[in-house]
């Protein structure tokens, strides 16, 4: 009988940790201006134009940068760190650079024209 409780609590930790990995996969959504790049679903689009995307989004921190969910994200979509100056990280990727600045309750993406 305690072998059969083993299963089921092995069974229940599974589906939960599947659960909480497709929640967290797909919370993100892809860029409308910086394509191939993702930014979190619940993040409020507050300016954008042709070079700029500015959020307010809660878990964005200047002391603590992005959170670690989501340069995961970023990474598990291709893009790599190529620098990292204070609150702003550029991540690459076929050619593309994004810049991403990180402060209290605000997220940017940016880009420079060519």
């Avoid at 995961?72 to 760190?81: C, E, N, Q």
């Avoid at 990727?93 to 309750?105: M, N, P, R």
Wanted: with cysteine; hydrophobic share 40%; net charge negative.
């Amino acid at each position: 009988m305690n072998r059969n409780k083993e299963k089921l609590f092995g069974i229940f930790a599974c589906i939960g940790v599947v659960a909480i990995l497709l929640f967290i996969f797909f919370s993100f959504e892809e860029s409308e201006t910086f394509k191939g790049f993702p930014v979190p679903k619940y993040a409020e689009l507050t300016s954008s134009n042709g070079n700029l995307e500015e959020y307010h989004w809660g878990p964005a921190s200047e002391e603590n940068g992005l959170p670690l969910r989501y340069q995961t994200i970023i990474r598990l979509w291709g893009w790599k760190v190529k620098e990292v100056m204070g609150t702003l990280t550029v991540y690459h990727k076929d050619g593309q650079e994004v810049d991403v600045i990180s402060q209290t309750d605000y997220l940017g993406l940016s880009t420079v024209p060519e």
